[in-house]
């Protein structure tokens, strides 16, 4: 008899185990269920305007059911009060402090990305929409996604003299709201322009100065609050000019030809090396947020000659 109950348990905990949950929000939700129905993302991916109906996941999300986790006043800056739409899950990135969940809404014949983040305790935090199927400007538009996660929106063309033209703009969540951390562009020439933002500081440190290759790849260093901290800003552009790399920070000493870029809240970590005329620079940590997918702080520069003062007669 004990065997007989035994099983049946077996039975019944395995049958609610194989129940799919309701997503339709007519009833409560629990917090992994809701999670489970996005797959989950590992890897940096990249998302098509024209892809964007075949990147989502099958299952549908009621719109009670999102609204059990994202205020539907963050929903209606996106979507208007037109609360008629498909949701599907696109995917979901975990990271130690947040969790952003990727999903399509379709209302009639457009379909937007949207990301939403909240906390560790599903507590919403923010939201943007990336993407939509609706472009009809003769740009292709992609966001590509890292594992940071930054999110790269992108337009591009070639033109009828074989010229790739593209603007490119970098999303981060930053505490409370989404910040552009990456602005590159080849359209517009105030875009194109490298500004240094530290260069009339003071340069009177033993390492002060500019190290540079050309007008587009060079580190600028300047005195910092005592001999043993500089100020930088870092400009370097690869592959043609489609990654583009741009850090502002401090370094401090660790020795006396070694410093570290190194901030409380940035998980890029940069190692710098002087060496006579010339500076290295590593990427440790991870530094997405500042650069291309495809490129790194990883990069040598020397030291340029400083014009003599002239003489007064």
């Known amino acids: 008899m004990k065997q007989w109950l035994l099983l049946c348990c077996l039975l019944f905990a395995l049958s609610c185990k194989d129940k799919k949950a309701d997503l339709s929000g007519e009833t409560p939700i629990s917090a992994a269920d809701f999670e489970a129905a996005f797959p989950v993302f ?5 998302i098509t305007d024209t892809g964007l109906v075949r990147k989502a996941d099958t299952t549908t999300i009621g719109y009670k059911a999102l609204t059990q986790y994202f205020p539907d ?9 037109d609360k008629k739409m498909a949701i599907h899950p696109v995917g979901l990135i975990s990271k130690e402090k947040e969790k952003y969940f990727l999903f399509n809404i379709t209302q009639h014949k457009k379909t937007r990305l949207v990301v939403m983040v909240t906390d560790k305790k599903m507590a919403y935090l923010a939201s943007k929409e990336l993407l939509d199927n609706q472009q009809n400007d003769g740009y292709n538009h992609f966001v590509s996604i890292n594992k940071e996660p930054t999110f790269t929106i992108s337009r591009e063309k070639t033109t009828g003299d074989n010229v790739l033209k593209f603007t490119r703009t970098g999303w981060a969540f930053n505490t409370d709201a ?8 080849n359209e517009d020439p105030v875009k194109t322009a490298v500004i240094n933002p530290i260069d009339t500081l003071p340069r009177k440190n033993k390492y002060s100065g500019d190290y540079v290759r050309n007008d587009k790849n060079y580190i600028s260093i300047r ?6 901290t500089y100020l930088f800003f870092i400009h ?22 070694t410093a ?37 702080f990883d990069d040598s520069f020397r030291k340029k000659r400083e014009p003599k003062p002239k003489k007064k007669k």
Do not use: W
């Open 260 to 296: 570290q870029f190194l901030q409380n809240g940035d998980p890029c970590v940069i190692d710098f090396n002087f060496d006579g005329n010339y500076v290295s620079m590593k990427e440790q940590g991870s530094c997405g947020n500042h650069r291309g997918i495809q490129c790194f």
């Open 42 to 46: 590992n890897t940096s991916t990249t």
């Open 223 to 228: 005195d910092g609050k005592d001999q043993n």
């Open 73 to 81: 006043t963050a929903l209606a800056l996106i979507t208007g009060k």
């Open 236 to 257: 370097f552009e690869k592959n043609n000019g489609n990654c583009v790399g741009e850090l502002k920070g401090d370094m401090k000493m660790k020795s006396a030809r």
């Open 178 to 185: 989404f910040m552009v951390v990456v602005n590159d562009s």
